[in-house]
């Protein structure tokens, strides 16, 4: 089964921006929506980002999203503390059967 | 607001099966598909599978075939996974999530989560 490759980590201070990258296949992100989920400690993940780079109602326009060929990005602009969590990103995947695949989480420190 | 509101932690023996349920509110429950996603310690996201609440129409992972029956109580708005020949590995937080359709893919994304359930198979 595919899986999406992330970062394990990722760090920035208060008011920097970073970039969280996300690297599938043509199977998934090559032809597929990239979706993004932050997960606070202890939590649900909660959908940050959806169709590559659309926010759903309520998610601060600090956050953006990016897909290009079989890569996608995340990037957090002034970066705060309550951004402290972990990233996963997630594609659609249609080999075999098809099925929903996730990257391995980015655990976002604010220093 | 949306919710959804899943059963209480579980303790199950090898070999037993479980059943979560997660109850929704706010919103028309056949209107949405249901995804049932779960996160073992320290594990990624795994997708399980989804039912569409309106037909009641099932995909499942491969992995899970066969081990895995998602079914749904539209009267009760509620959503149920039911994972059978448990194992140690099955260990994990379990997690319902409402699934709005990708309108031109022949898939549904997932928006809302439950809180999660936590289930632990341990002999």
């Known amino acids: 089964q595919s899986v999406l490759t992330q970062p394990p980590s990722a760090s920035g201070t208060p008011g920097q921006r970073v970039t969280i990258s996300c690297s599938g296949s043509?199977?998934?992100?090559?032809?597929?929506?990239v979706y993004w989920y932050q997960q606070l400690p202890g939590t649900a993940p909660k959908l940050l980002i959806y169709r590559n780079n659309q926010r759903p109602s309520g998610v601060p326009d600090r956050f953006s999203g990016s897909k290009s060929g079989t890569s996608a990005s995340l990037a957090i602009s002034g970066l705060r503390s309550e951004d402290e969590a972990d990233y996963y990103c997630a594609a659609w995947d249609d080999s075999l059967s098809g099925s929903w695949v996730f990257g391995g989480g980015t655990k976002l420190t604010v220093l | 607001q949306v919710q959804l509101v899943q059963s209480g932690a579980e303790v199950k023996k090898p070999g037993a099966s479980v059943k979560v349920s997660c109850k929704a509110s706010g919103y028309t429950f056949t209107s949405y598909a249901m995804h049932w996603v779960r996160q073992a310690p320290g594990q990624r996201l795994e997708w399980m599978g989804w039912i569409n609440a309106g037909n009641g129409n099932t995909k499942y992972s491969q992995k899970f075939q066969g081990r895995v029956t998602i079914t749904r109580d539209t009267s009760a708005s509620t959503a149920y996974m039911e994972l059978s020949s448990l194992r140690s590995e099955d260990t994990a937080v379990y997690y319902c999530?409402?699934?709005?359709?990708?309108w031109g893919r022949g898939y549904y994304y997932m928006d809302v989560w439950g809180k999660g359930t936590t289930v632990t198979v341990s002999s």
């Open positions: 999530a409402r699934a709005p359709k990708e």
């Open positions: 043509s199977s998934n992100i090559g032809s597929n929506y």
